[in-house]
């Protein structure tokens, strides 16, 4: 399989233009004949790719996928969020007509939120060719910071993440408290409310427990749908798992 047919195909997901062969075909005119066939690599499939690198997803996640997410990982059974998950892959158009997206939390470090978020975003991002976007809210605010300190006319970095179809706002409640720092996370969160751009927040906490005023609270709760994770860790233990196999290759009998 070439590259295009692995970016096309490598979620179960065939690209609408080659459907999965990584080719697509073109007509021009040559001489004697006006509607003369031509095969290149797909564009679409080279545009998912071009996507990917755009997203700003951290590097141990740029390969995930939604299939990737292993919900028997933890100890208790996750039969309901799994097909909640599922279910917001597969009728992603019918959840962003309704403007409801996806809000993640638990107090555990390591409970999964982010792994499970970017496996839903790059699969939805590949299926339906949306824009996707990642980011942690301290890093949004960073970028924000930056734009203002740039002179009138240069672009505004943080504008890719209020704009998008889809973003990962990642550890929302982490931001330092302020009167600013309320002030742009309510910006971002009301303006992709009222644009129906689908939003998934991850965080340590539930919604009312966030350093972000009541208005901002109420939004979110609008826009998405509220799911705690198990309060388990399968990064370490994953980690445990891990070492126990390196560890085995030096004492197996």
Known sequence: MNRN???????????????????ELITR????????EFARPCQRCKGVRRSQENTNVPAQFCEVDIHKFKFDSYSKNMEKLQKLTWNFFEKYREWSNAGKGLYLWSKTPGSGKTFLSCCISRSVMLKYD????????????????DSYKRQTGTEDLSEKYRLCDLLILDDIGAQKAGDWQEQEIFRIVNE?????????FTSNMPPEKLN???????????MSVVIQMPEESIRLKKAQNEQDAFLSRFFAE
């Open 5 to 23: 047919q692995e970016a096309a195909s490598s979620y179960g997901i065939d690209c609408p233009v080659c459907h999965g062969t990584g080719w």
């Open 212 to 222: 972000v005023g009541n208005r901002t609270v109420d939004r979110i709760r609008k």
């Open 29 to 36: 005119a040559i001489e004697g004949d006006p509607e003369h």
């Open 130 to 145: 949306v824009r996707m976007r990642f980011t942690t809210a301290p890093d949004y605010l960073a970028t924000v910071g």
């Open 192 to 200: 992709r409310l009222n644009n129906k751009r689908i939003t998934i």
